[in-house]
T-cell receptor
Framework: GQNIDQPTEMTATEGAIVQINCTYQTSGFNGLFWYQQHAGEAPTFLSYNVLDGLEEKGRFSSFLSRSKGYSYLLLKELQMKDSASYLCAVRDSNYQLIWGAGTKLIIKP | IAGITQAPTSQILAAGRRMTLRCTQDMRHNAMYWYRQDLGLGLRLIHYSNTAGTTGKGEVPDGYSVSRANTDDFPLTLASAVPSQTSVYFC????????????FGPGTRLTVL
């Protein structure tokens, strides 16, 4: 079967750095997405990786290793507004997105 | 309209009733999707449409139907609602371009009693 694994919850301190991991086992791979979802709101797109390596976008970076079936989202200089759930999704061989359950990130002052 | 809109925002429905959730996008995206989101689970695809006039089944299609008469609208119908269909429903669209990123509507919170 297809599987996306992420930690359920993480806690970090304002101003710090946090890394959210995602491992996947899917039938085929056509890209990996990270989305942010604030409570009661829709998911919003953060990043896309299709090749191995690091993609940097301001305070957020995303890394992919296809051989290891592994990605991480790195958030720097954490702000209180970064408190949200972070969703990892992989596009499979059928070109459909398979979603992880999300990681709830709690930021403490 | 900017992006994707969904209606209603929330709804309480008696079991056995018919319900249509509406979704409209103004981005001229070819592909549209319906997901449900339940606590502790990832988003699960119900139905999708790669282009107007075509639809396909996702991971959890039973009890739901869709139509795609034009590019902008993608309604989801529950023919006879059951309590297990209590969920938050998100509509999304994508342009089928290089990254084919999906963009989401604000969601409909549905409770079936």
């Amino acid at each position: 079967g297809q599987n996306i694994d992420q930690p359920t919850e993480m806690t970090a301190t304002e101003g710090a750095i946090v890394q959210i991991n995602c491992t996947y086992q899917t039938s085929g791979f056509n890209g990996l997405f990270w989305y942010q979802q604030h409570a009661g709101e829709a998911p919003t797109f953060l990043s896309y990786n299709v090749l191995d390596g690091l993609e940097e976008k301001g305070r957020f970076s995303s890394f992919l290793s296809r051989s290891k079936g592994y990605s991480y989202l790195l958030l720097k200089e954490l702000q209180m507004k970064d408190s949200a759930s972070y969703l990892c999704a992989v596009r499979d061989s059928n070109y459909q997105l398979i979603w992880g359950a999300g990681t709830k990130l709690i930021i403490k002052p | 309209i900017a992006g994707i809109t969904q209606a209603p925002t929330s709804q309480i429905l008696a079991a056995g009733r018919r319900m249509t959730l509406r979704c409209t996008q103004d981005m001229r995206h070819n592909a549209m999707y319906w997901y449900r989101q339940d606590l502790g689970l990832g988003l699960r695809l119900i139905h999708y449409s790669n282009t107007a006039g075509t639809t396909g089944k996702g991971e959890v299609p039973d009890g739901y139907s869709v139509s795609r008469a034009n590019t902008d609208d993608f309604p989801l119908t529950l023919a006879s609602a059951v309590p297990s269909q209590t969920s938050v429903y998100f509509c999304a669209s994508s342009d089928r371009g290089e990254t084919d990123t999906q963009y989401f509507g604000p969601g409909t919170r549905l409770t079936v009693l």
